[in-house]
Nanobody, 114 residues
Framework: QVQLVESGGGLVQPGGSLRLSCVAS????????MGWYRQAPGKLRELVAT???????NYVDSVKGRFTISRDNAKNTVYLQMNSLKPEDTAVYYC????????WGQGTQVTVSS
């Protein structure tokens, strides 16, 4: 079955960096668009970034210039490098893939606080 497993979250001070990873199994990873979403307390889940099979990327305006999505098809892994973190980036971050059905990981908590 399809599984997405995120890791790399944690507590970081404003201005700091984190790198999230998501390992996928049960799919031909290289064929699909992968996405990172986030959900802050009391807010709707929002799209953060996507990367196509060919490596084209797209970002929500609030993270442009600070976050970078990338993928390693040999490792079935998608990454989210997050720099210059702000308190408003605090959320649970989820990995996502749509292969006809939509799959989510379990999420990883990112907390930006001094």
């Amino acid at each position: 079955q399809v599984q997405l497993v995120e890791s790399g979250g944690g507590l970081v001070q404003p201005g700091g960096s984190l790198r999230l990873s998501c390992v996928a199994s049960g799919i031909t990873f290289s064929l699909y668009v992968m996405g990172w979403y986030r959900q802050a307390p009391g807010k709707l889940r929002e799209l953060v970034a996507t990367i196509t099979s060919g490596g084209s990327t797209n970002y929500v305006d609030s993270v442009k210039g600070r976050f970078t999505i990338s993928r390693d098809n040999a490792k079935n892994t998608v990454y989210l490098q997050m720099n210059s973190l702000k308190p408003e980036d605090t959320a649970v971050y989820y990995c996502n893939v749509n292969i006809g059905s939509v799959y989510w990981g379990q999420g990883t908590q990112v907390t930006v606080s001094s």
